[in-house]
Structure formats: structure tokens, C-alpha cells
């Protein structure tokens, strides 16, 4: 069983930038693949980034190409969201999610655990 702790969500401006964080329990976290997904309010749950188990590849939405970064620290079991240039079509609850085949998939059915989510809003 693997649990995901997200944290890092909050309210800023239009331009700005908040780092996400999801902290996974277990042993084999270096052998996941990680993503973010993000929910809007009154839409589908929508694939943001992904990233290889040992963190050399990663895979973005062209919504979020550019603009976000996705990382992961396997000391710490841990994996980021750095985002920057917040616009408000970025405002949603976002999750993150593991893969135990480790590949890097944009679908959800694919991802085996999924944390609590963390809301993110931004103002215009």
C-alpha cells in the first residue's frame, strides 16, 4: 500500500508561482512513475505532468509546457510541482498520483494511488 500526502496548494496571483509537494510512504517509491493531474471545478480530472521512476524523463500537458517543472527526490520520497506564471485557468484541486509499472502515462486509469489533492487558485 502506498499513501500520497499532497501539500503546497493556496491562493496567489496571476503571474505567480506556488511549488506543489506529495510525499509518498513506502520502499520502492524509485520504482513509480509520478504525475499531477488537476480537477477544475465541474470538470474531469485532467493529466498534468509525469515523470520516469528514476527522474530522467518527464511529460507535460501543452497547457502547462513551459511553465511548470515537474522533479522528484528519491532520497525523500518525494515529488514536485514547480509552477510558474500562474494564469487562472490553472485554478483547480490537484492530485498526485502513482504507477507501480513505472510508465509515463496521461490517463488516469493507469495510476494506481492517488493522495488527497490540494487546491490551487489563482486570481486574476
Known amino acids: 500500500q502506498v499513501q500520497l500526502v499532497e501539500s503546497g496548494g493556496g491562493l496567489v496571483q496571476a503571474g505567480g508561482s506556488l511549488r506543489l509537494s506529495c510525499a509518498a510512504s513506502?520502499?520502492?517509491?524509485?520504482?513509480?512513475?509520478m504525475a499531477w493531474f488537476r480537477q477544475p471545478p465541474g470538470k474531469e480530472r485532467a493529466f498534468v505532468a509525469a515523470?520516469?521512476?528514476?527522474?530522467?524523463?518527464?511529460y507535460y500537458a501543452d497547457s502547462v509546457k513551459g511553465r511548470f517543472i515537474i522533479s522528484r527526490d528519491n532520497a525523500k520520497n518525494t515529488v514536485y510541482l514547480q509552477m510558474n506564471s500562474l494564469k487562472p485557468e490553472d485554478t483547480a484541486v490537484y492530485y498526485c498520483?502513482?504507477?507501480?509499472?513505472?510508465?509515463?502515462?496521461?490517463?488516469?486509469?493507469?495510476?494506481?494511488?492517488w493522495g488527497q489533492g490540494t487546491q490551487v487558485t489563482v486570481s486574476s
Open positions: 513506502g520502499r520502492t517509491f524509485s520504482g513509480y512513475a
Open positions: 498520483a502513482a504507477d507501480v509499472v513505472g510508465s509515463l502515462s496521461r490517463v488516469t486509469r493507469d495510476y494506481d494511488y
Open positions: 515523470i520516469s521512476p528514476s527522474g530522467g524523463r518527464t
